[in-house]
């Protein structure tokens, strides 16, 4: 038996023993998970919050009379409720802007941050930053809602470093085989997060304490800051510096992802990068889906009730609907993306495919919902339901196309580009507050149609022309060469010449294979 014969078995023997779902990489995920689940829950409670927090009776007296088939619809028993404070439309619609107005300032910023100084620590302290300003709503509301408006801007900036944290954490836990399954196990944590608060606080409006809407601000923030004591206890920054890891999961880990860059060494060709088209069209596909997606997610609350004159109680359940269609299509597509990939599709009709479906079957629906009135609300509610799903098919097209065509450098490009998406964030609200004055179901067709046609341009642009493949200026990067050991032996030298030439091989298109790159990679760390 041959010296490399012993060497495999040996390898195959010690990633049997490698534990699984009990092991320190998935509990990084178990608390990932959780952590976005606080996140976006601490983003969206103001949406349905709002809804009960105005006191919008008299104004709402003057349409009643062209509402009455509707209203007859309505529960009769549902709870009457007058919310404590008079903004108006242009207040209520700067409040649930006033988040990304904070968020767009970190985002390549706290993937540096996480780069210099760990994500454990950015993302903990930014997400504690944020449950206390959480539950300092309440307070600010009695007091100025100009005071809303800074906490929220806060909680923005402190919430903008999440996922460029993330991406930096999986980088140094994740093995190569199972990045996918890790990072979308913990990005569902975001439409769960929605889900919850979107009952939850439907619920507590109505039945919760000191005055109902506060309570909403106080259950979340609390649980969020249990949340940001376990996440210190239990998460480290890489394999090497957790205290309790076992050692085989840790020379599992570390052997298969290869050795990492000193952070002070870390370049960006930002040039190259720039004159790309990819990162060019990824990043119009971001905006594109990231306007319907903030539309919907600060506005759909208010949507229920406006024009489907839906109850307090009844809004924050049937919000949360589309989004529980979301986690379902989310984590199938990036599961079925990758099955095509494997047998059929290549990488990039694969990513343009699936994003394709997604942004013209999500606008046609949204579109579709502007023309069903209150009478057939729950048609309307069902229609909705199914754009969210189609929104979920994003996850096996632009939302991991950076790693596609640039793996070393995604998280600081998904930062890049999340930061102009976030742009979306802060003028969609803004647009839908100026276009729905009356809170008709006219109005709210225009604020579908701005929706339709951001998806069709998506469409054309990422559907057209996207890129699957590694980029020359991101084939050879000077770290991924250093972390090849150099030959022992003339067997070695030899196999070493080889590997070199499988890795600058170019494919039809004139593009490297990044799964030839990763492959030497790894056996060349293997011997």
């Not at 949406?47 to 709402?60: A, L, P, R, W």
């Not at 307070?139 to 944290?165: K, T």
Request: aromatic content about 12%; proline content about 4%; some cysteine.
């Amino acid at each position: 038996m041959t010296a490399d014969v012993k060497h495999n078995i040996k390898d195959k023997e010690q990633t049997e023993s490698v534990p699984l779902l009990c092991s320190k990489r998935w509990t990084l995920a178990y608390c990932g998970v959780f952590g976005f689940f606080f996140i976006y829950a601490l983003r969206v409670n103001l949406s349905v919050g709002i809804v009960c927090m105005v006191n919008d009776t008299k104004k709402e007296s003057a349409n009643q009379t062209e509402d009455e088939t509707c209203m007859s619809n309505t529960n009769v028993n549902a709870t009457k409720h007058e919310g404590e404070f008079n903004w108006d439309k242009s207040q209520t619609s700067l409040l649930l802007s006033s988040f990304f107005y904070g968020y767009i300032t970190t985002q390549v910023l706290g993937g540096w941050l996480s780069g210099r100084f760990g994500g454990k620590r950015v993302l903990g302290i930014g997400v504690g930053i944020t449950a206390i300003c959480n539950l300092l709503v309440p307070v600010a509301a009695r007091w100025d809602y100009r005071s809303v408006l800074a906490l929220r801007i806060i909680m923005g900036i402190s919430e903008g470093a999440a996922f460029p944290s993330m991406h930096s954490l999986w980088g140094r836990w994740a093995p190569p085989l199972e990045r996918t399954k890790l990072s979308s196990f913990t990005y569902a944590g975001q439409n769960l997060g929605n889900i919850v608060t979107y009952i939850l606080s439907g619920w507590l409006c109505v039945h919760g304490f000191d005055g109902g809407w506060p309570s909403i601000f106080y259950v979340t923030g609390g649980g969020c800051l249990v949340w940001v004591i376990i996440w210190f206890i239990v998460v480290s920054d890489s394999p090497e510096d957790h205290p309790t890891i076992s050692k085989a999961e840790r020379d599992y880990i570390v052997t298969t992802r290869g050795k990492l860059q000193a952070n002070k060494d870390f370049k960006v060709p930002w040039l190259a990068v720039l004159k790309t088209r990819a990162i060019w069209v990824c990043l119009t596909a971001h905006v594109c889906n990231n306007w319907m997606h903030y539309t919907l997610l600060t506005g759909l609350p208010t949507f229920m009730k406006e024009a489907l004159k839906f109850d307090i109680d009844q809004n924050g359940l049937l919000s949360a609907v589309p989004y529980m269609v979301m986690v379902c299509t989310s984590i199938s597509a990036g599961q079925l993306a990758d099955f095509l990939r494997k047998k059929y599709l290549s990488t990039t009709f694969t990513r343009r495919l699936f994003q394709a479906i997604g942004f013209l079957g999500g606008g046609s629906c949204i579109v579709g919902v502007g023309f069903i009135g209150c009478e057939h609300r729950n048609a309307a509610v069902a229609l909705l339901a199914i754009a969210v799903g189609f929104e979920g098919l994003c996850y096996a097209g632009y939302m991991v196309n950076q790693v596609d065509f640039a793996p070393r450098y995604a998280g600081v490009l998904y930062g890049m580009t999340n930061m102009v998406a976030t742009v979306p964030g802060i003028v969609a609200p803004l647009v839908v507050g100026a276009l729905t004055p009356n809170k008709t179901q006219e109005e709210w067709k225009r604020v579908f149609y701005i929706c339709g046609a951001f998806t069709l341009v998506g469409t054309i642009v990422f559907g057209g022309f996207a890129v699957g493949e590694l980029e020359p200026w991101a084939k050879m990067a000077p770290d991924m060469e250093e972390e090849i050991p150099p030959p022992n032996s003339e067997d070695d030298k030899e196999k070493g010449h080889k590997d070199e030439e499988v890795k600058k091989k170019p494919n039809d298109n004139g593009h490297i294979n990044s799964a030839m790159v990763f492959s030497t990679l790894e056996l060349s760390q293997d011997d």
